[in-house]
């Protein structure tokens, strides 16, 4: 047996004793093996021609490790197979990925007591590998700044970053300095998240800049002034700090607050982070962090370590964790589940209906509807099919509790879901995810200037 042959048998060997152990940690070892046996459909026939394709010496730790490398290798373009011909690709990902923090400890293991004689070796690649990480620490706010999220700061808050991307000096998305609003002006404040915001499309096409025309067209005698606010992935717990930091600035007499499906779940994540960091922290990303982020996002979920933790068999299992593991909880769990989870939104909104009022401004809420929750035929393309599906039970759980608030909450709350419905334009989505074209965004402008004249909050 060549040395080459004798660590592809070690890599073998050493992947059946982390099945066994990955069974023996995890609680979905059934599953996993699942997973696993598909990937070895490809890997084992593999293994099989690298193995009587090698010549050469008996013996040599370095050739012994060369076969671990090669079988390493030939594991990991067997994954990539597999998932190619599966129907879950994600989800046989994030069990690899399971797999594979159980195995590659083993095969660094036998590679170590393979080159013990060449300690040298060793030493050099151990100190290398620390300088390289060192190296990526020290360069990690540089690249974070100017290459990975150059648009968005880096705190908890993540907003714009002033004079990116068509914000202005506040990282708001307005032509207008903050000096041009003016007090005797109607000025108006859109708060919101990516559907607030649109980044992807021209300032003119999105539903704040849609809505400012709109209502100068019914005010007369007056310059009505709309400042979008909104900003990718933030929710009304962030949008209550922004208001308080740079509202007044801005001299509103009308606050419109834009509440998205994915704002129950940001806010629980960003009450977590506040209370870790604090209130007033100015605590940065770290580019690891943002490599997890991104590995998680590109296993299908949104925090991949959480979900191997929930999955120890030593793992404590709460029975009410502070936050709920899937983005879209209420989807699939009774109302009498998911509902508490809801006040942390709900009591943001409430402080920042306070805010409007200490700043003399009137307040209105509108709940926007996703694309699954009027017509499924939109955005055919989007990946959030699989954990948004438009027949979960708890589709419309969310525009039955905010109905039920709106009864005592003292200021107006409205449901776009009618409008949506209501209106014939198809299609109101992207393609491939679920935000609104030009369409959805002409249709939000339309409706939530209607119920804004109806409810006579634009004189």
């Given at each position: 047996?060549?040395?080459?042959?004798?660590?592809?048998?070690?890599?073998?060997?050493?992947?059946?004793?982390?099945?066994g152990l990955a069974c023996l940690l995890f609680t979905n070892d059934g599953r996993l093996l699942a997973e696993l046996g598909r990937v070895a459909?490809?890997?084992?026939p593999v293994l099989v021609v690298m193995s009587r394709r090698s010549r050469g010496p008996a013996a040599g730790p370095r050739l012994a490790v060369r076969g671990l490398a090669l079988a390493l290798a030939a594991f990991v373009a067997a994954a990539v197979a597999a998932g190619l011909v599966t129907d879950g690709p994600g989800r046989l990902a994030r069990h690899v990925v399971q797999f594979l923090v159980v195995w590659l400890?083993?095969?660094?293991?036998?590679?170590?007591?393979?080159?013990?004689?060449?300690?040298?070796?060793?030493?050099?690649?151990?100190?290398?590998?620390?300088?390289?990480?060192?190296?990526?620490?020290?360069?990690?706010?540089f690249l974070m700044r100017r290459v990975i999220v150059p648009r968005y700061t880096l705190g908890v808050d993540h907003r714009p970053r002033p004079h990116a991307g068509g914000a202005n000096e506040d990282g708001v998305y307005s032509r207008f300095r903050a000096?041009?609003?003016?007090?005797?002006?109607?000025?108006?404040?859109?708060?919101?998240?990516?559907?607030?915001?649109?980044?992807h499309l021209p300032e003119d096409?999105?539903?704040?800049?849609?809505?400012?025309?709109?209502?100068?067209?019914?005010?007369?005698?007056?310059?009505?002034?709309?400042?979008?606010?909104?900003?990718?992935?933030?929710?009304p717990v962030l949008q209550a700090r922004q208001l308080?930091?740079?509202?007044?600035?801005?001299?509103?007499?009308?606050?419109?607050?834009?509440?998205?499906?994915?704002?129950?779940?940001?806010?629980?994540?960003?009450?977590?982070?506040?209370?870790?960091?604090?209130?007033?922290?100015?605590?940065?990303?770290?580019?690891?962090?943002?490599?997890?982020?991104?590995?998680?996002?590109?296993?299908?979920?949104?925090d991949y370590g959480q979900?191997?933790?929930?999955?120890?068999?030593?793992?404590?299992?709460?029975?009410?964790?502070?936050?709920?593991?899937?983005?879209?909880?209420?989807?699939?769990?009774?109302p009498e589940s998911s509902e508490p989870y809801f006040r942390t939104s709900w009591d943001a909104i409430l402080e920042t209906e306070q805010r409007s009022r200490e700043m003399g401004a009137r307040f209105a809420l509108f709940i926007l509807p996703r694309y699954q929750q009027y017509d499924p035929r939109e955005s055919p393309r989007d990946p959030e099919r699989r954990v948004f599906p438009d027949d979960a039970a708890g589709l419309l759980v969310p525009f039955a509790y905010f109905a039920r608030q709106a009864r005592t909450a003292g200021f107006p709350v409205h449901s776009l879901r009618d409008d949506f419905l209501a209106d014939p334009a198809f299609p109101k989505c992207r393609r491939d995810d679920p935000h609104w074209n030009a369409e959805g965004n002409r249709v939000a402008a339309d409706a939530i200037a209607r119920h804004l004249l109806a409810d006579g909050l634009v004189p």
């Amino acid at each position: 047996m060549s040395g080459t042959t004798r660590g592809l048998v070690e890599a073998a060997l050493s992947a059946l004793v982390a099945a066994g152990l990955a069974c023996l940690l995890f609680t979905n070892d059934g599953r996993l093996l699942a997973e696993l046996g598909r990937v070895a459909l490809f890997w084992a026939p593999v293994l099989v021609v690298m193995s009587r394709r090698s010549r050469g010496p008996a013996a040599g730790p370095r050739l012994a490790v060369r076969g671990l490398a090669l079988a390493l290798a030939a594991f990991v373009a067997a994954a990539v197979a597999a998932g190619l011909v599966t129907d879950g690709p994600g989800r046989l990902a994030r069990h690899v990925v399971q797999f594979l923090v159980v195995w590659l400890p083993l095969l660094a293991l036998v590679a170590a007591v393979r080159m013990a004689r060449q300690w040298r070796e060793l030493v050099t690649l151990v100190a290398s590998a620390a300088v390289c990480l060192a190296a990526l620490w020290l360069a990690g706010p540089f690249l974070m700044r100017r290459v990975i999220v150059p648009r968005y700061t880096l705190g908890v808050d993540h907003r714009p970053r002033p004079h990116a991307g068509g914000a202005n000096e506040d990282g708001v998305y307005s032509r207008f300095r903050a000096d041009d609003f003016r007090a005797e002006d109607l000025n108006v404040i859109c708060l919101g998240d990516s559907f607030t915001a649109n980044p992807h499309l021209p300032e003119d096409a999105r539903w704040p800049s849609l809505l400012e025309r709109r209502l100068q067209s019914r005010v007369a005698g007056r310059r009505v002034r709309v400042a979008n606010f909104g900003w990718v992935s933030s929710s009304p717990v962030l949008q209550a700090r922004q208001l308080r930091e740079i509202g007044a600035r801005y001299k509103p007499a009308l606050i419109v607050q834009a509440f998205d499906m994915t704002d129950f779940h940001d806010d629980l994540m960003a009450r977590e982070r506040l209370a870790r960091v604090g209130a007033g922290s100015g605590e940065e990303v770290s580019i690891f962090r943002a490599f997890a982020v991104g590995a998680s996002l590109a296993l299908g979920v949104e925090d991949y370590g959480q979900w191997l933790r929930e999955r120890y068999r030593w793992a404590r299992r709460e029975a009410a964790p502070a936050v709920p593991g899937p983005r879209y909880f209420f989807l699939f769990e009774p109302p009498e589940s998911s509902e508490p989870y809801f006040r942390t939104s709900w009591d943001a909104i409430l402080e920042t209906e306070q805010r409007s009022r200490e700043m003399g401004a009137r307040f209105a809420l509108f709940i926007l509807p996703r694309y699954q929750q009027y017509d499924p035929r939109e955005s055919p393309r989007d990946p959030e099919r699989r954990v948004f599906p438009d027949d979960a039970a708890g589709l419309l759980v969310p525009f039955a509790y905010f109905a039920r608030q709106a009864r005592t909450a003292g200021f107006p709350v409205h449901s776009l879901r009618d409008d949506f419905l209501a209106d014939p334009a198809f299609p109101k989505c992207r393609r491939d995810d679920p935000h609104w074209n030009a369409e959805g965004n002409r249709v939000a402008a339309d409706a939530i200037a209607r119920h804004l004249l109806a409810d006579g909050l634009v004189p």
